[in-house]
């Protein structure tokens, strides 16, 4: 048991790269160099929602392989549910897994809605109210970002108390 426990906390480990840094990589590479590259708000909006869209392929693949090996790993973290509310790792697992879910309805919700949106105020030419509702999506976005790093967090903290 203890190979499969170690490839499946690898897949784990991989796919958590891919989503948290990928999504660190959209809101501080992508997007900020998109103004270096035009001024043109139509241009700059499409190619980053072309590139956005592409990444999402790659975040429900992520997210749906997270969850999986996520419950997997839990058996070998927790030896019995009784655990999860009163151990330190289970408690921090509990949180954890609050937070993913939390994470994973912001993300969806903002990314179904606005990006969706945005796109569509671009192609129309509506700048201004495409910029109001960037700057509340930026505000989800960061807010992801951060609870991202505290899931990032509680899973590291979790190695001292399994």
């Given at each position: 048991?203890?190979?499969?426990?170690?490839?499946?906390?690898?897949?784990?480990?991989?796919?958590?790269?891919?989503?948290?840094?990928?999504?660190?990589?959209?809101?501080?590479?992508?997007?900020?160099?998109?103004?270096?590259?035009?001024?043109?708000?139509?241009?700059?909006?499409?190619?980053?929602?072309?590139?956005?869209?592409?990444?999402?392929?790659?975040?429900?693949?992520?997210?749906?392989?997270?969850?999986?090996?996520?419950?997997?790993n839990?058996?070998?973290?927790?030896?019995?549910?009784?655990?999860?509310f009163?151990?330190m790792?289970?408690?921090?697992?509990?949180?954890?897994?609050?937070?993913?879910?939390?994470?994973?309805?912001?993300?969806?919700?903002?990314?179904?809605?606005?990006?969706?949106?945005?796109?569509?105020?671009?192609?129309?030419?509506?700048?201004?109210?495409?910029?109001?509702?960037?700057?509340?999506?930026?505000?989800?976005?960061?807010?992801?970002?951060?609870?991202?790093?505290?899931?990032?967090?509680?899973?590291?903290?979790?190695?001292?108390?399994?």
């Amino acid at each position: 048991m203890l190979l499969l426990d170690l490839i499946v906390l690898w897949i784990h480990l991989f796919f958590a790269i891919i989503f948290i840094g990928g999504s660190f990589f959209i809101w501080f590479v992508v997007w900020p160099a998109s103004y270096d590259v035009t001024d043109d708000e139509k241009l700059r909006t499409k190619v980053v929602g072309k590139i956005a869209k592409r990444f999402a392929y790659f975040t429900h693949v992520s997210l749906v392989l997270l969850v999986i090996t996520g419950l997997y790993n839990v058996t070998w973290y927790l030896p019995s549910a009784g655990n999860l509310f009163t151990t330190m790792a289970g408690k921090l697992l509990f949180t954890k897994a609050l937070l993913v879910l939390v994470v994973i309805v912001m993300i969806y919700v903002n990314n179904l809605y606005h990006g969706k949106k945005i796109m569509k105020l671009s192609e129309d030419g509506k700048y201004s109210e495409m910029r109001r509702i960037r700057k509340r999506t930026h505000l989800f976005s960061y807010a992801s970002l951060g609870i991202l790093l505290v899931i990032t967090i509680l899973a590291a903290a979790m190695q001292f108390y399994g």
